[in-house]
């Protein structure tokens, strides 16, 4: 099931729906779906309708999701789509570009972020990162007996479709594609055995980095605005529940930058895997809705001999396997 918390277009006060998607081009209001059951005479357990409180409220919800979905897959014709309609009128579906899809988990509670953690951008790193700033790291040595990272800013996180907007304080403006790990169950020192018992799903993660900030920040040992400034998180384009995903360890991953490939790595290079990133990170007590991130392969452009930073009109397609596409257009900061 790919779930989705989506704001619709019209009207002067945007109204947002917990939903899931139908086909490639329809998305199913599941509060309304299964709002219609009761009146075919089918039993309806009630789910919440905002994500973080659906995650956790566990198996229960999804598993009342997955009997909305289907009784609205029996009701839904694709190609009227707006006729199909639940008790108090609301429409039980839309057609994609009727909505706006928000980020995959729209606040998490924290974003845990995996650094430097596919051998590929280790080495990319080790070699080619060339600011005076970063020099100051022994990068080639950058492995240590877990994993590390830092927080983000969860008012950093958008969705697809949706425009990140250049900083007024940085000039070199980089991506990172990631693999997102939602946690879905309440956890505190979970073993790699129970880790992903934890997991809820997965999505798909742009790091997008001010480069120059980043490196001040590393001199001084910290992390902070280079990474979470506002839009720095696209974060989508939804949530696949685990069941549809498999093995976390065997995803294709690739980035593309105004159509030209740029990443193109799979998760079987992570050097911690999803079941180690979720135990270590469980010394921080983990909670439903929020996000463990991958770290990203070599492919950045901070790794290229000649770095041309992103700039406005810039359209860049973030991929994982069975996850989908993540679009994110690079807009300059209007003026105040």
Known sequence: MKLVTCELREGSSPKRFLGALLTDDVLVDLGAAQSTMATSGKTAVPFPGEMLAFLAAGEAALTAARA??????????????????????????????????????????????????????????????????????????????????????????IGTDAEVVIPRFTKQLDYELELGVVIGKRGKYVSKEEALDHVAGYCVFNDISARDIQAR?????????????????????????????????????????????????????????????????????????????????????????TPVWLKPGDRIEASVEKLGTLVSTIAAEPAS
């Not at 639940?86 to 845990?112: C, F, H, M, S």
């Not at 696209?234 to 360890?249: C, I, M, Y």
């Not at 790595?265 to 079941?275: K, W």
């Not at 439903?288 to 990203?296: H, M, N, W, Y």
């Open 68 to 157: 909305a979905l289907d009784h609205a897959r029996s009701v839904v014709d694709g190609s009227a789509v707006e006729k199909a309609r639940a008790p108090d009128g609301r429409r039980l579906a839309w057609r994609r570009q009727e909505v706006r899809l928000l980020g995959a988990v729209p606040r998490p509670g924290k974003i845990l972020h995996t650094s430097v953690n596919f051998r590929s951008h280790k080495e990319e790193v080790a070699k080619s990162f060339r600011a005076p700033e970063w020099q100051a790291h022994n990068w080639g040595s950058f492995h240590y007996e877990h994993p590390t990272g830092f927080l983000q800013a969860p008012s950093s996180v």
């Open 217 to 305: 920040e590393h001199a001084n040992k910290v992390i902070l605005l280079g990474k979470s400034f506002d839009t720095s998180c696209p974060l989508g384009p939804w949530l696949t529940t685990k069941d549809e995903v498999g093995d976390p360890q065997n995803l294709k991953m690739q980035l593309r930058l105004n159509g030209e490939l740029r990443q193109d790595a799979n998760t079987s290079d992570m050097i911690y895997g999803v079941r180690e990133l979720v135990s270590w990170w469980s010394n921080i007590t983990l909670e439903p809705g929020d996000v463990i991130t991958s770290g990203a392969p070599a492919g950045v452009i901070a790794g290229s001999e």
